[in-house]
């Protein structure tokens, strides 16, 4: 008879073997898919996560890469030359698949799959001049209309029998970006759920069926497809289940931002399902110049959550078959840098959780610390430290927990007027600020972390510190923000104001940028500065508001 000590021994070895092998073999989501998105009409990112052969490297088993195989084809076999030999339009065209095509190769020597990121509808301009009105309704291109459809097959026809190494495709709608496509022009084909009915139909009969490829059909639209169940489920309910066919979406409830919901569509109806989750977080939080560790509250949730949800929730429903990474892009413009540290830790963390998710975030962080940056077990300790204060550091840095401020005002490298005119209605100056005097501690605590870690690579160790310092030097820009556009609130909403207080402030804006841009000479690694003189996509740049503010003394 077995005695209780000898039985309590045995069920302790038998959890390490079962915690063991789940770390090691466990094979829950068998898609794990990797993107570089370049920014639409910039130059390309030179990063190894473009590479498929390290992808491979890490046990990616797909790549999502964005080279325009819509615009790779001719459509001859629509009409013979209907665009024209011996024109720019054409020679274009036949460039653009030559290296689509080299691309591919590179990909089949290291046996990674590729699925591209594809606009739907994009077409070459002459064929749509040709078929314009034959394909809109009210100005728009629809679905619903034949000669659509008709050149929707030319074109998946055309992508195949250019490239057919191609494992298949990701079809993109809803943002249509022409910026490095001069000669071609097209917009979403489907809003309504009618129309997704019908264009899901098509794809999958031209992907799935007729050729046994992969489908990824992407729900990202603005509030609609993506985010409203109702609306989810009466399109993906009209379409019959394929094994090829999976419908990608977005880990939240709107864009990648913090303080909205996990993605309510998630896990409904009756398709498989993959999780996009983007390492740039929607471009709103820094993209990776500085410190913010996005593992846990990607994989928890998120500290502000009131219902806390996370992908490690995931688990027990059959549907989700893997997830879609993004390590570079998800917005415009920079902040630029050529250090990819806080990159290679945010995607590390996913990606292992990916491959098993049964561990715990904090094991996978450790072990990259120890195993990958070669941390001692004090510093191990500090690192965490830092990336844990980071989370909230950045968020309340530029965000609120009083009230729900505007996420879109400090996008990709512009810093915007954020209206402020809430806080002051609601009585909330005073507590404001002294949230963002109590963050800018925490930077502080984090750049002193920063300097007592000492890294193996003597590059990382300089970023470690260069980004650190470049982060709280950005917050406290951001807090003078704050506090100048608290001013400006109370002038628009007729109240007095101090102007002393606005002097200094202004004094201390210009001269703390003097700061950053001294701090960004004397160090080669520091990322490129914000601009606070331009916006693009967002709101009024902060120096037009600056300038009311001086005229005001």
Same mark, same amino acid.
């Given at each position: 008879m077995?005695?209780?000590?000898?039985?309590?021994?045995?069920?302790?070895?038998?959890?390490?073997?079962?915690?063991?092998?789940?770390?090691?073999?466990?094979?829950?989501?068998?898609?794990?898919?990797?993107?570089?998105?370049?920014?639409?009409?910039?130059?390309?990112?030179?990063?190894?996560?473009?590479?498929?052969?390290?992808?491979?490297?890490?046990?990616?088993?797909?790549?999502?890469?964005?080279?325009?195989?819509?615009?790779?084809?001719?459509?001859?076999?629509?009409?013979?030359e209907i665009v024209p030999q011996k024109t720019e339009e054409r020679l274009w065209i036949e460039r653009e698949a030559t290296a689509i095509q080299?691309?591919?190769?590179?990909?089949?020597?290291?046996?990674?799959?590729?699925?591209?990121?594809?606009?739907?509808?994009?077409?070459?301009?002459?064929?749509?001049?040709?078929?314009?009105?034959?394909?809109?309704?009210?100005?728009?291109?629809?679905?619903?209309?034949?000669?659509?459809?008709?050149?929707?097959r030319a074109q998946i026809n055309g992508i195949f029998d250019r490239f057919p190494e191609l494992d298949g495709l990701t079809i993109r709608h809803g943002e249509t970006y022409l910026f490095d496509t001069p000669f071609h022009i097209g917009e979403t084909p489907a809003r309504t759920p009618k129309e997704h009915i019908e264009l899901i139909k098509i794809l999958k009969e031209e992907i799935c069926v007729k050729r046994n490829k992969t489908l990824f059909y992407r729900t990202w639209d603005f509030g609609f497809f993506h985010t409203q169940p109702d609306f989810y489920k009466e399109v993906t309910d009209a379409i019959e289940s394929h094994s090829l066919l999976y419908f990608s979406i977005k880990h939240t409830n709107a864009d990648f931002l913090r303080n909205v919901p996990f993605n309510t569509t998630i896990g409904l109806g009756k398709h498989q399902q993959i999780v996009e989750i983007s390492i740039n977080q929607a471009g709103l939080y820094g993209k990776n110049s500085h410190p913010y560790?996005?593992?846990?509250?990607?994989?928890?949730?998120?500290?502000?959550?009131t219902q806390k949800k996370g992908i490690k929730d995931l688990y027990d429903d059959s549907k989700i078959k893997g997830f879609w990474v993004w390590t570079w892009g998800d917005g415009w413009a920079g902040p630029y840098f050529s250090n990819e540290m806080w990159i290679h830790l945010n995607e590390y963390i996913i990606r292992q959780f990916a491959k098993n998710p049964l561990r715990k975030e904090?094991?996978?962080?450790?072990?990259?610390?120890?195993?990958?940056?070669?941390?001692?077990?004090?510093?191990?300790?500090?690192?965490?430290?830092?990336?844990?204060?980071?989370?909230?550091?950045?968020?309340?840095?530029?965000?609120?927990?009083?009230?729900?401020? *505007?996420? @879109?005002?400090?996008?990709? +490298?512009?810093?915007?007027? /954020? =209206?402020? %005119?809430?806080?002051?209605?609601?009585?909330?100056?005073?507590?404001?600020?002294?949230?963002?005097?109590?963050?800018? *501690?925490? @930077?502080?605590?984090?750049? +002193?972390?920063?300097?007592? /870690? =000492?890294? %193996?690579?003597?590059?990382?160790n300089t970023f470690l510190k260069v980004s650190t310092t470049y982060g709280r030097i950005k917050y406290e820009i951001i807090d003078l923000i704050w506090k100048l556009q608290l001013i400006a609130a109370e002038v628009d909403l007729k109240k007095n104001i101090d102007k002393k207080e606005l002097k200094n402030l202004l004094e201390q804006y210009e001269y703390k940028w003097n700061e950053w841009q001294e701090f960004k000479k004397n160090n080669p690694s520091c990322p490129t500065l914000y601009l606070d003189n331009k916006a693009v996509y967002v709101k009024n740049p902060f120096q037009e508001s600056v300038k009311i503010l001086k005229a005001l003394l």
């Open positions: 077995v005695s209780i000590k000898k039985l309590i021994i045995l069920l302790v070895i038998f959890s390490i073997i079962k915690d063991t092998l789940y770390a090691q073999n466990n094979d829950r989501y068998p898609i794990v898919l990797n993107m570089v998105h370049h920014n639409p009409g910039e130059p390309i990112f030179y990063t190894k996560y473009a590479q498929p052969n390290y992808l491979k490297e890490l046990n990616y088993n797909g790549q999502v890469p964005k080279f325009f195989v819509e615009c790779g084809i001719t459509y001859d076999n629509l009409y013979d080299m691309q591919i190769d590179f990909a089949r020597e290291a046996n990674m799959p590729l699925y591209p990121f594809t606009d739907v509808l994009v077409l070459p301009k002459s064929v749509m001049e040709k078929f314009k009105n034959q394909m809109t309704t009210d100005g728009h291109l629809s679905i619903l209309k034949p000669k659509t459809q008709e050149i929707l560790y996005i593992g846990k509250g990607i994989i928890e949730g998120w500290p502000e959550m904090e094991d996978i962080f450790k072990e990259y610390a120890v195993q990958k940056l070669h941390l001692s077990d004090v510093d191990a300790k500090k690192f965490r430290e830092l990336c844990l204060l980071s989370v909230n550091a950045v968020y309340l840095g530029q965000a609120s927990n009083l009230f729900d401020a *505007d996420a @879109w005002w400090a996008r990709d +490298q512009y810093l915007t007027a /954020i =209206n402020l %005119k809430e806080v002051i209605t609601k009585a909330l100056k005073k507590e404001v600020i002294t949230e963002k005097k109590k963050n800018l *501690d925490v @930077w502080r605590q984090m750049e +002193q972390l920063s300097r007592e /870690i =000492n890294m %193996k690579n003597e590059k990382d």
